[in-house]
Each structure stands twice: as structure tokens, then as C-alpha cells.
């Protein structure tokens, strides 16, 4: 379709609107980051997250992650799990997924916005993750209160009550978990193939055709039996009404 006038001038509206907003909305919060914030930094800093900063760089995600502390203006959020949660996974447990699957376990540990320990209480459930997208929403539970918040899989459930950083546009917390998403760990969903219709075949493979043939014959019968009785009732019934009248 032609572009109409009516839509260039809500085209027009609505842009010059949103400059509006624009030129408005830095007035509001702290200009952003005074540099680059040195994620790489903070995690060697904490001394215990060697584990999950080389999956990091194996996956490639630490190039991913910086650029986008340093150009996100709502922050973000990470949640580091030691290398102590790591030596407690089920041996395999992650060589058991692939390239990309590491990449979104790496994902969900990291929220697009950053919180303060205290604004985590504040939040509505559950909270998407980066792993979020075309899989659906990969979502932590938060709960809590005072300084004491609890984030939830629904597979893992552990304590966040320290902060390595809490200045925006970061945040880090250490956890003693790896947060384990119910998308890649959860249970299967149940394979599809129901057995009652399994077993049927096969004994109607084994029985012969004999066996098959005479199997719905008695049932037929019993059938017309019970037509037959029926009908002798409905006669009965019959008889004896034109008996009573
Ligand atoms: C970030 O920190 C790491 C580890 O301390 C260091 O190797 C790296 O050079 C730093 N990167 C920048 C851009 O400063
Ligand atoms: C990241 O991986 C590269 C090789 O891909 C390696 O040379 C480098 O030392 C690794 N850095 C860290 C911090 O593990
Ligand atoms: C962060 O942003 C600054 C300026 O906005 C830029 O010079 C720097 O290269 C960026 N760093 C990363 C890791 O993207
Ligand atoms: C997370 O919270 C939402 C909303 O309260 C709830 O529906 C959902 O079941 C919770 N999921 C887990 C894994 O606790
Ligand atoms: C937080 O999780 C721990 C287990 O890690 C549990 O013992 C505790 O009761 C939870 N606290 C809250 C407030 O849910
Ligand atoms: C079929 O079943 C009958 C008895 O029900 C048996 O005598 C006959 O040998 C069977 N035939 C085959 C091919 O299994």
C-alpha cells in the first residue's frame, strides 16, 4: 500500500514524540557509565570463578557481555557461580550440551537490567533471562526479604547475599550453585508413543488369524443374546400392561 498523508503525519507525531522523550529521558536518570566497565576484572578480582570465566571465554560470551554493559542504559545483572558449584555438577553435566546450550546456561545467569540486592525483592516472577527468545522465556524466581534473597529454577534453589559489584551498570553476585534452567536440565517431556496400542499389535501379530477371527464372534453373540432378552422384557412388558388395562 501507498504511504498515505494520514500515515506521515502519525509517522511525524509520533517522532517528533519520541524525540521529545529522548531529549527528556537523560535529565531523568545519573548519566551513565563514567568508562568501560571491566567485567573480566571483577570476576578474576573475586578470586573463586575460574571455572565460569573460561567457559565464558570459550563460549565467546565475555565479547557479548561487555558490549553490552557498555551499551545497554538499563545495566545488567550476573550471577557468578563458583567454582565450587561447578565441581558439585554431575560429572558430564555440562559436557553434555552443546555449544550452544552452554552459551544459554552461560545466559541465564545474567539478567538485561541491573538490580540492587534490594530491588531484586522487588520484582515480579519471574524475571527473564539473556537466554530468553525464540525458546520462550527463561525465567528466575526471586523471593526473600531484608538483605536475605533466595533465586529459584524450579530445579535449584540458592542464597544471594553478597554482592561482588553493585554499582550501575553492574551488578555481580556470587552464587554456590550453577543455575540449572528446567529447559536444559528439567525432566523430558513424556515420549509420545503410548504402549497399550504397542502391546495390541504385537499379540495380534503373534496370535494367528484364526485367534483374531473367532475373538469378536462371542461378542456378537453375547449382543444378540442380550437383543434378544431385551426384546423378550419390552414383550413382557407389553403383555402385561395389556393384562392391567
Ligand atoms: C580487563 O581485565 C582483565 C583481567 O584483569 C585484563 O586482562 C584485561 O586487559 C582488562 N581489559 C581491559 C579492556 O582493560
Ligand atoms: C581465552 O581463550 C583464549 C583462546 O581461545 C586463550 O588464549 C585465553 O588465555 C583465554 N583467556 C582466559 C581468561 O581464559
Ligand atoms: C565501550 O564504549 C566505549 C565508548 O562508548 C568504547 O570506546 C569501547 O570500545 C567500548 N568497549 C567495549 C568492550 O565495547
Ligand atoms: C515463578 O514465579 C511464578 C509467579 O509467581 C510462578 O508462576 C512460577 O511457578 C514460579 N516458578 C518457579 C520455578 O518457582
Ligand atoms: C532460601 O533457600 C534455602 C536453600 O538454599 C532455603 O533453606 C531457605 O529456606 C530459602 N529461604 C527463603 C526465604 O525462601
Ligand atoms: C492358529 O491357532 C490354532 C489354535 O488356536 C492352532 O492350532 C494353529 O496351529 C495356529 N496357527 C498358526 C499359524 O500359528
Known sequence: MATSPLSLVLLSVFLSLSLHAQAQA??????????????????VKGGQFVTFISLLNKTQTFNQIENQINSSSEGMTIFAPTDNAFSNLKSGALNGLSQQQQVQLLQYHMLPKFYSLSNLLLVSNPVPTQASGQEGVWGLNFTGQSNQ????????????NNALRQDFPLAVYPV???LLPEELFGAKPPSASPPAPATKGSSSGKSNSSDTAAEPSPGKNSAGGRNVALGLIFGLGFVSVGILS
Open 26 to 43: 537523560p535529565a531523568a536518570p545519573a548519566p551513565a557509565p563514567s568508562g568501560p566497565v571491566n567485567f573480566t576484572a571483577v570476576l
Open 149 to 160: 534473597v533466595n533465586v529459584s529454577t524450579g530445579l535449584v534453589e540458592v542464597q544471594v
Open 176 to 178: 554456590d550453585k550453577v
